[in-house]
């Protein structure tokens, strides 16, 4: 029997694996060091926060791998030897595979910051840093202060889990505004006084320049790069991005860049060897997508993909149209097919922008200059369907007819505040048109 | 305001403990005349219980009640041996004609009920003299402190959104020793109402005047209990409104069972009392009210003219048509978290313990065995009743229709419903009853699996499978389970609450009514990855 071996236990390795397990009989191993059973990687603020414990991250019951033949193997890979197909495993194990998928996901960014190497300064990924979290920030006699380097989506949650337990935090944020890398401006804004009003001290167009360690080792304090000023804390979290874990593969013949060079088959340059989520690196980015996606998606759906072909079916990795979600203290974020920031935003993109009052909810809708067509949307505060705008994209919608099916999109739940008609007015005076809300449900706009 | 809170706690407690604390104090005797009267008045035959009670209490001596419930036990039972002794003895000398003669003598009635009833008569003390006063010291402070416990969280919660921090940290809500005391708690005061009533006479004692107002009555300790549910339910309906306060859902839902168990369940019942009516809670839907087909209860609603005559109709049609056609529209939510008085107290007491519920396969297999036996024998329990009731037997199928009777009553009527549905709340979560015994539910649930038009739909691909919306749900159903495959929730005992939904990060889950078509769909690959391969992968 043929025996496939997946080195990561994510959510991309373990959507691969069940999805082996629906195709075909193979024999089918999951290796991990970080943990015995999957477990939601993005629920690990939960825990931290008290909304759930441990084991509610763990989407499959224990009896589940056994039930479906996936074994878990618990170890860490030191080196693979794709000549004679064998896994080199700490503690002087090997393991021979027939076909091999590197699923290892990523690790967070260093940049070499003097003193990032101190007892109290840690990413936030792995099921270890929440361990160390704990340990160094239980609460707000031990951890006074502390300080989170870099604004992406991953600080931000450190910066709600550390608040959860009053912990004074100080948010380092190189850009100009809150991840404007990826948002407009709006509501890049917008999010800046949202994370202002939960007490959290953020400093935008700051940086690190060191962290400096007491008598003990420890963290004491960090200097700012700009001011000089010096901050003391408890705890540093580095959270200034994440770059694929592969680091043990240097020693192989599996070909690197950034991350784990794949074609569209997900295939590295050796044969029977594979790679998918985190760590794997298009060799030409895919549409708007960039070539690394460090999304939780990104990874299932290559996962589904994948499995096709280690059963026999070829075929390429074709994700549909993008889509996100994120949660910034207490608003929701979703996104659907492209709205960019400031930066690389194509010429023809023209964005609407509507912003209610009360300073929590907004809406920005990016369509074609020219032609018209809807080419994407954020919202915040106001959750909508995906199915409808998935739709909406390959159908090619012109945004005027988008708007006036506004309603149709909308997800909240049921007797919540509406705000489509506010919205669609907004646009009209900004657009010159006069629109009207159509009440169609959206089941009957495409029967 | 942490100190307004903990000011508040205190001040609760103090008017908890003096609740708790008035069982102990007054005291109980009744005169020689007041005993004849009583017996006059029940009509007992007995020629030794008047001897028997005189002996036994009336007395100079204080006694407290759990003495005087004792003491008054003793006397029934000596009676009631005396007449056994001498059945025994005419069956021994097969004389049949006097043996015969001494079952009229014999009290029948469960002793301490037997004991509740003079004790209501025989009460003196503190609490029956100052019953407002009483009022204030234990209902006042209570419903005070907890209002000074909770109303800071409009400011301590911060800004409006899930709130759901330190759940887990908190010994009262993470199965800690305080659980574990609210659980004694809970469950010590289901076993004194359900059984030994008499103990916690002097409650009725406080709430005498407002019942007299009401339905013109002495209060009962179903009185007490349908009250103390409504003020319950009202501070921690406050308490949810506070919680969930950006969420329309959960504010209209909290009011809608508030509104049904105050009017529904507690007013219009004692109303229709006070005006010689059978009181009815008219929402209460068979088999839920298990009794509804009992022989007293038809009798007492046939004899009771036009109104007793409606009532029995609305019920039956309530259960057989009413309830299976909202379900359809709507879901089984109208009924359990809009409308039901269990479910009220589930979502109002119960919301802190929600997260309780066990959601492993094993569980829901458990579920799927237990309830539907539950509703398979209330309603076999309700033709073996109602066919002895137009035949006159006194069993049918081989089964004795008081026998069922008593015994659903007191397992899953009292046990079941009362003691382990509420009192395990702060341990195995707040909807115990209603997952795995209520036949209502078990009835709705059939209905809103196989033709609803309810469902919760999953937002296309956007689930990150962390879990909160099966930690969530207080009916122990996997959400995630779902929701990670794209797949709608259709499941039998979804009871609507809409909390998944609201506390779903990514805004994954919305509760729903809509076409049929396409309600159950199952998925493999989600929205959002190549359109060819969900066809291929979704289709077969
Ligand atoms: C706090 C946090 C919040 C997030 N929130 C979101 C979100 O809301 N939405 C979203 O889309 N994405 C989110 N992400 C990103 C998302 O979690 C990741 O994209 C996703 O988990 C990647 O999955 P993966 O299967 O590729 O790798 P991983 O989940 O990283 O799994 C790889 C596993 O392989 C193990 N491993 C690595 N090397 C070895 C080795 N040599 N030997 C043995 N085992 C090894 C690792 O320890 C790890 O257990 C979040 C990430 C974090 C950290
Ligand atoms: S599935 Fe959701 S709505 Fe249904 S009972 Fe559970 S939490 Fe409530
Ligand atoms: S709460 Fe939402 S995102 Fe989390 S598992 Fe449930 S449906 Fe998915």
Request: aromatic share 14%.
């Amino acid at each position: 029997m043929e025996h496939i071996v997946i080195i990561g236990n994510g959510i991309s390795g373990v959507t691969l694996a069940r999805h082996i397990r629906k195709l075909s009989d193979k024999k089918i191993t999951i290796i991990s060091a970080e943990s015995e059973y999957f477990f939601s990687r993005t629920a690990l603020m939960y825990v931290f926060m008290g909304h759930m414990t441990f084991e509610h991250t763990q989407p499959y019951e224990h009896w589940f791998w056994k039930k479906n033949r996936i074994d878990l193997l618990k170890a860490y890979v030191d080196a693979i030897d794709t000549d004679s197909k064998t896994l080199q495993l700490s503690e002087g194990k090997s393991l021979a595979y027939d076909k091999l998928i590197i699923a290892t996901g990523s690790k967070p960014n260093k940049f070499g910051w003097p003193g990032q190497d101190l007892d109290g300064v840690m990413g936030m990924y792995h099921k270890q840093d929440l361990e160390n979290l704990e340990k160094y920030a239980p609460n707000n006699t031990i951890c006074k202060r502390a300080v989170i380097v870099g604004g992406g989506l991953i600080g931000i949650e450190l910066a709600e889990m550390l608040v959860s337990r009053d912990i004074p935090v100080t948010f380092l944020v190189r850009e100009s505004s809150f991840w404007n890398g990826v948002l407009p401006e709006g509501e890049s804004a917008m999010i800046n006084r949202h994370i202002l009003s939960h007490h959290i001290d953020l400093r935008l167009s700051t940086n690190l320049k060191a962290i400096k360690a007491d008598e003990n080792g420890k963290v004491k304090s960090v200097i700012i790069e700009e001011t000089g000023e010096e901050i003391s804390c408890n705890v540093v979290g580095l959270t200034a991005g994440v770059s694929p874990n592969i680091d043990f593969l240097k020693s192989s013949k599996i070909e690197t860049g950034k991350g784990v060079k794949v074609n569209r088959f997900l295939e590295t340059n050796i044969a029977d060897v594979y790679a998918i989520g985190d760590c794997a690196e298009q060799h030409e980015a895919i549409g708007n997508r960039r070539p690394i996606e460090a999304v939780w998606y990104t990874g299932r759906m290559m996962g589904e993909t994948l499995a096709q072909t280690i059963c026999g079916n070829r075929i390429q990795y074709k994700p549909g149209h993008w889509f996100n979600s994120a949660k910034f203290l207490d608003i929701e974020y979703q996104t659907y097919g492209w709205v960019h920031g400031k930066k690389g935003k194509p010429d023809y993109e023209a964005h609407f922008h509507w912003k209610h009052q009360d300073d929590t909810k907004c809406v920005t809708i990016a369509y074609h200059k020219d032609t018209n067509v809807f080419l994407g949307i954020n919202t915040f505060g106001i959750r909508m369907r995906h199915e409808f705008f998935d739709t909406v994209l390959t159908e090619k919608w012109n945004v005027n007819k988008v708007m006036t099916h506004l309603s149709a999109a909308n997800f909240d739940p049921e007797f919540y505040k509406l705000h489509e008609k506010d919205i669609i007015e907004k646009y009209n005076r900004d657009t010159g048109n006069n629109l009207r809300l159509s009440k169609i449900k959206w089941r009957s706009i495409f029967a | 305001m942490k100190l307004i809170k903990y000011t508040g706690l205190v001040i609760f407690l103090i008017g908890l403990a003096i609740f708790t604390g008035s069982i102990f104090t007054g005291s109980f005797s009744l005169s020689p005349t007041e005993i004849d009267q009583y017996i006059d008045e029940k009509g007992y035959k007995s020629e030794i219980i008047a001897d028997a009670l005189k002996k036994n209490i009336a007395t100079d001596e204080a006694l407290n009640i759990f003495e005087f419930s004792s003491r008054v036990r003793q006397a029934f039972k000596h009676s009631n041996d005396h007449y056994d002794n001498l059945i025994a003895t005419y069956d021994a000398e097969k004389n049949w004609d006097k043996k015969g003669e001494q079952y009229q003598y014999k009290i029948y009635g469960k002793p301490h009920t037997l004991s509740y009833d003079l004790a209501k008569r025989a009460g003196s003390g503190f609490v029956k003299d100052n019953p407002a006063l009483m009022w204030w010291l234990t209902f006042g402070l209570s419903i005070i402190g907890a209002l000074l416990y909770i109303l800071p969280n409009v400011i301590l919660l911060g800004a409006p959104g899930i709130k759901n921090n330190g759940i887990y940290h908190k010994s009262a809500t993470n199965r800690g020793w305080i659980a574990w005391l609210v659980l004694l708690y809970l469950v010590g005061f289901y076993i004194l109402l359900y059984f030994k009533a008499d103990y916690v006479v002097n409650w009725t004692f406080i709430l005498d005047p407002i019942s007299k107002a009401l339905n013109g009555g002495e209060a009962s300790q179903w009185f007490v209990y349908g009250f103390l549910y409504c003020v319950i339910m009202t501070v921690m309906a406050v308490r949810m409104y506070i919680k969930y306060r950006h969420n329309k859902y959960q504010i209209l839902r909290t009011t809608s069972v508030l509104f049904f168990q105050i009017v529904f369940a507690f007013l219009i019942p004692e109303i229709m009392t006070s005006l010689n009516m059978p009181g009815y809670d008219f929402k209460n839907a068979f088999p839920l009210d298990y009794d509804f087909f009992f022989e007293w209860n038809i009798k007492s609603l046939t004899e009771s003219g036009a109104i007793g005559l409606f009532i029995l109709v609305w019920g039956t049609i309530l259960t057989l048509i009413i309830v299976p056609l909202m379900v359809y529209f709507f879901g089984k939510r109208w009924y359990c978290s809009w409308v039901c008085g269990c479910g009220g107290l589930a979502e109002t007491l119960g919301d802190p313990y929600r997260q309780h519920s066990d959601k492993s396969l094993n569980a829901w297999k458990l579920e799927r065995w237990v309830i539907h036996s539950v509703l398979v024998i209330s309603v076999l329990m309700t033709i073996v009743t109602l066919y002895c009731y137009f035949s006159g037997a006194e069993s049918f199928l081989g089964i004795n229709s008081q026998w069922i009777k008593d015994t659903y009553s007191f397992l899953i009527g009292a046990w079941f419903a009362g003691v382990i549905g509420t009192g395990f709340y702060p341990i195995f979560g707040n909807r115990v009853w209603c997952r795995f015994g209520c036949p209502l539910a078990a009835y709705l649930g059939l209905v809103q699996r196989f033709k609803s038009r309810f469902r919760i739909t999953t937002n296309g691909g956007q689930c990150i499978s962390c879990g909160n919306c099966s930690t969530y749900c207080e009916m122990g159903i996997d959400v995630r389970a779902y929701a990670q495959k794209g797949e709608n929730i259709v499941r039998s005992s979804c009871v609507g609450c809409g909390i998944c939904s609201a506390v779903c990060p990514r805004g994954v889950l919305k509760l729903e009514n809509d076409n049929t078509a396409g309600r159950i769909n199952p998925t493999e690959v989600l929205l959002g990855n190549d359109v060819d391969l969900m066809d291929l992968v979704n289709q077969k």
